[in-house]
């Protein structure tokens, strides 16, 4: 039986989690033992190209060049940085990533040295069309395989070793696109990403963040996934959010709250709720009462995020004020609240809109 975390199509060696690999290798002959060789040049060496492996076995060796050489079943994911934009305060640096069919998506590293933290994209658009989101205005164009994700991992960490710089710590999936709605391919990269003797991100350091599809919420609790949960919720009612989320009609704030409930008991982990604020339509204080009505029983940390103005959205980011009122609302109600900075605003840090440039 194959284990249901192989992704079923594979057409890249970084699509393959580590006993896909034994088994691939096994069924072309060669020793599965062989996979560990390979996996350390696939994950920790991060190579690019397989030609002329005098360290490897020779039969390891014929394989990895067939198998990633023209014709071969599984060509490498390398994507070419078209865009690689630092921003003023060195914090952020994001990058333009051209996939083999010419797909674009956006690809960020955050955070200070020695605790970096990945973004990346996991679609190449976005199905969910999220008014405010550059990334949902442009609309879905395909969903990544997982060797495009973890190429996207492979790229940062790469980037930070040319810097001299230590390794990602942490990975979040909040570029673009809607990780649940590419739930398969998703829990294959994650799994490749996480395995110790390559990436070796701590599940714990991994944000699986979601627009709130109920399906993969369930899903993730009943595979008892070892990822946290990042919520995007952005309203406390259904009208508000169907407002901001045109998808969410399928998915009712009484049920997502459910799902998160189940999520929180299977799980034993807090969930963490995105809030990203909008002046005068979700920063009220009477819209932080509700938000800390809806989420009450429930162990969670609300992350508010002022709102990044896009082009096709008229909406304008929160006041200080506003933000401080609201989180100090949530704090009262006993809600761990933290407000984040904008940050790295001059690379157009928001999702989606480097490649809408
Ligand atoms: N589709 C998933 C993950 C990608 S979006 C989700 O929606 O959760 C990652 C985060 O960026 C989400 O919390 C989203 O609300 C936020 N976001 C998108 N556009 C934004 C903008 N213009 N300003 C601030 N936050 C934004
Ligand atoms: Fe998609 Fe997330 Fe953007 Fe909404 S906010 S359109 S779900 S990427």
């Not at 190209?49 to 390891?60: C, I, N, Q, T, Y």
């Not at 809030?275 to 609300?302: F, K, M, S, V, Y």
Request: proline share 6%; with cysteine; hydrophobic share 40%.
């Amino acid at each position: 039986m194959s284990n249901p975390t192989d992704f079923p199509t594979p057409s890249s060696l970084h699509d393959l989690t580590f006993s896909a690999l034994e088994r691939e290798l096994l069924a072309s002959g060669v020793r599965p033992v062989h996979a560990r060789a390979l996996w350390r040049a696939l994950y920790r060496e991060m190579a690019t190209h397989f030609k002329e492996r005098a360290d490897f076995p020779p039969p390891l060796r014929r394989w990895v060049e067939e198998a990633t050489g023209e014709g071969g079943r599984f060509p490498l994911d390398a994507p070419e940085a078209v865009a690689d934009l630092k921003s003023s305060d060195g914090q952020t640096r994001k990058f333009l990533l051209r996939l083999r069919d010419g797909q674009t998506v956006e690809t960020v590293i955050m955070g200070y040295p020695g605790r970096s933290t990945a973004c990346v994209s996991t679609q190449a658009g976005c199905a969910m069309g999220c008014t405010f989101c550059a990334t949902g205005q442009a609309g879905f164009a395909r969903h990544l395989r997982p060797g495009e994700i973890v190429a996207q991992v492979l790229h940062c960490q790469r980037a930070l070793k040319a810097e001299g710089q230590a390794g990602l710590r942490n990975l979040v999936l909040m570029g673009m696109g809607e990780p649940l709605h590419n739930y398969d391919a998703v829990m294959t990269a994650l799994e490749i990403a996480t395995e110790r003797g390559g990436l070796n991100i701590a599940p714990s350091h991994v944000s699986v963040s979601t627009v709130g599809v109920i399906p993969g919420i369930l899903r993730m609790a009943r595979e008892n996934r070892p990822y946290p949960l990042a919520l995007s919720l952005h309203a406390a009612t259904d009208a508000e959010r169907m407002a901001l989320i045109p998808a969410s009609r399928r998915w009712p704030l009484n049920e997502l709250i459910a799902a998160c409930r189940t999520y929180g008991a299977a799980t034993g982990r807090r969930i963490f709720v995105g809030w990203t604020l909008i002046a005068g339509t979700n920063d009220g204080p009477a819209q932080a009462e509700q938000l800390a009505e809806l989420l009450a029983g429930i162990d969670a940390h609300i992350n508010l995020i002022p709102l990044n103005p896009t082009e096709g959205y008229e909406g304008e980011t929160t006041s200080d004020e506003a933000a401080q009122r609201f989180k100090a609302i949530l704090q009262a109600a006993g809600f761990p609240c933290t407000l984040r900075q904008r940050r790295g605003i001059d690379v157009a840090a928001g999702c989606g809109q480097l490649r809408g440039r």
